[in-house]
């Protein structure tokens, strides 16, 4: 079964700093897709990166970047210049090829101090 | 453009009693999906529907019923709800090429207290 662990609960940065959030995940298959999830307070889940396992290239969405090391099986999402809309839950998610059951970790609980 | 909508966003239900939880899209998408959200574990997949008329078992799909009633409504149904079943749940939406190339999109959720 794939598991995926963010062993981060809770993380606070000062607005403008950046922040790396740890994602480390559990598979046998060797085509799979990542992704990072935000929730804020509003409770809905926005996505944020995608990261296709077959492809070297990291991923990057304007502040957001990730650092996809499928040898260490880790994901790991950066943020740049931090802002206060970026407090929220972050949840790493990750599926299989040919499978539609996307696999959650518990979640990273970010606040941007001001 | 109301995207997923949810309803009702709040319920309280005694042990027993039966509730059918409404989720319905407007963005013409194939896939639909049930989660539940708990404390420290994340989502879990309750059921999905990849398309109109199938449905398939997610991760703990035990005490819960589904209907895909057509392309647009996907209901989640507690048929005697227990207190193990207090959670907040989520449905989602996704288009026909699955959910690894497309993003899902939630509702706002619906918190469930089971007394």
């Known amino acids: 079964a794939q598991t995926v662990t963010q062993s981060q609960p809770e993380m606070s940065v000062q607005e403008a700093e950046t922040v790396t959030l740890s994602c480390t995940y559990d598979t046998s298959e060797s085509n799979y897709y990542l992704f990072w999830y935000k929730q804020p307070p509003s409770r809905q889940m926005i996505l944020v990166i995608r990261?296709?396992?077959?492809?070297?290239q990291n991923a990057t969405e304007n502040r957001f970047s990730v650092n996809f090391q499928k040898a260490a099986k880790s994901f790991s999402l950066k943020i740049s210049d931090s802002q206060l809309g970026d407090t929220a839950m972050y949840f790493c998610a990750f599926v299989n090829f040919g499978n539609e059951k996307l696999t959650f970790g518990t979640g990273t609980r970010l606040t941007i101090i001001p | 453009n109301a995207g997923v909508t949810q309803t009702p966003k709040f319920q309280v239900l005694k042990t027993g009693q039966s509730m059918t939880l409404q989720c319905a899209q407007d963005m013409n998408h194939n896939s639909m999906y049930w989660y539940r959200q708990d404390p420290g574990m994340g989502l879990r997949l309750i059921y999905y529907s990849a398309s109109e008329g199938t449905t398939d078992k997610g991760e703990v799909p035990n005490g819960y019923n589904v209907s895909r009633l057509n392309k647009r409504e996907f209901s989640l149904r507690l048929e005697s709800a227990a207190p193990s079943q207090t959670s907040v749940y989520f449905c989602?939406?996704?288009?026909?090429?699955?959910?690894?190339?497309?993003?899902?999109?939630f509702g706002n959720g619906t918190r469930l207290t089971v007394t």
């Open positions: 989602a939406s996704g288009s026909g090429t699955g959910v690894r190339n497309s993003p899902l999109h």
């Open positions: 990261q296709e396992a077959y492809k070297q």
